[in-house]
């Protein structure tokens, strides 16, 4: 199922049948409202084969899986199950409108007209990567197909470790939440040589400086963190006390805050 003509013939398979379902109104949302309601979009596993067999409408034609956007792109997710695996699906197109804006702007760059239509189709890409990561932020996309009316299809890499745990992990009250939120590295100026890479304490001599152990004399640090997106749950803890040995809550009044 990773072959790009197999995912094609899914796809094509998904078409006829469901052809005589009316295709879902274009309805722009904001990405916030997008990132809301992105975990309800993947509650529900995907089963492709039973769609190819009729038995379920696919996602393309339910509105929880549907994302609108003023720019004219249409992103659909789902979580497909494959039997073999389990995979976070995203495809995203754009709209009749949508590619015109795109096509007027590449005709504007004054490119020669055998490149236009690449250069549009690596803006549309990037575009509609940038698109997904505003509401499904920091996920590793694949493209794994892109289909002749232009639909980009990718999976998440590490679909598995997204969907399983607790079920979702964007879900408010899943544990594996932490481990999702990828660290984050910057580099930073050394404190210890305030970044000029050579110490002077009080041991040197006057004019006379070491290389920065802290640095190795480069003046810069590496600092990783985990960006904060949301409080995580505790399961060791019923009661909370306000202050120490002051008034009590429940857990579940504290989480409420
Ligand atoms: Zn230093």
């Given at each position: 199922m990773s072959k790009q003509e197999d995912w094609a013939a899914l796809a094509e398979a998904m078409n006829k049948l469901t052809g005589d379902i009316p295709p879902l109104d274009f309805e722009p949302e904001s990405v916030a409202t997008a990132r809301a309601r992105f975990p309800k979009a993947l509650r529900e596993h995907f089963d492709p084969m039973n769609a190819a067999l009729g038995r379920v409408v696919p996602p393309s034609k339910t509105r929880k899986n549907v994302f609108d956007f003023d720019e004219g792109i249409r992103i659909i997710v789902s979580v497909d199950n494959l039997q073999t695996k389990v995979v976070l699906h995203f495809s995203g197109s754009f709209t009749e409108d949508g590619a015109n804006t795109l096509m007027d702007r590449a005709l504007k760059t004054g490119r020669p007209m055998q490149e236009i239509k690449e250069h549009v189709a690596t803006q549309a890409r990037?575009?509609?990567?940038?698109?997904?990561?505003?509401?499904?932020?920091?996920?590793?996309?694949?493209?794994?197909?892109?289909?002749?009316?232009?639909?980009?299809?990718?999976?998440?890499?590490?679909?598995?470790?997204?969907?399983?745990?607790?079920?979702?992990?964007?879900?408010?009250?899943?544990?594996?939440?932490?481990?999702?939120?990828?660290?984050?590295?910057?580099?930073?100026?050394?404190?210890?040589?305030?970044a000029t890479g050579i110490y002077r304490g009080f041991a040197e001599p006057k004019g006379v400086g070491v290389v920065c152990l802290s640095c190795g004399g480069s003046g810069c640090t590496e600092i990783t963190y985990t960006p904060f997106v949301r409080r995580h749950p505790r399961q060791d803890v019923e009661t909370v006390q306000l202050s120490r040995g002051g008034k009590s809550i429940s857990y579940r009044d504290f989480l409420a805050f």
């Open positions: 990037s575009i509609i990567e940038r698109k997904i990561d505003s509401f499904a932020p920091g996920l590793k996309l694949k493209l794994i197909m892109v289909t002749p009316i232009g639909a980009f299809h990718f999976l998440a890499e590490e679909s598995d470790m997204i969907v399983n745990g607790c079920g979702i992990a964007w879900d408010s009250h899943c544990e594996s939440d932490r481990r999702r939120v990828m660290k984050e590295t910057v580099s930073a100026e050394c404190d210890s040589c305030n």
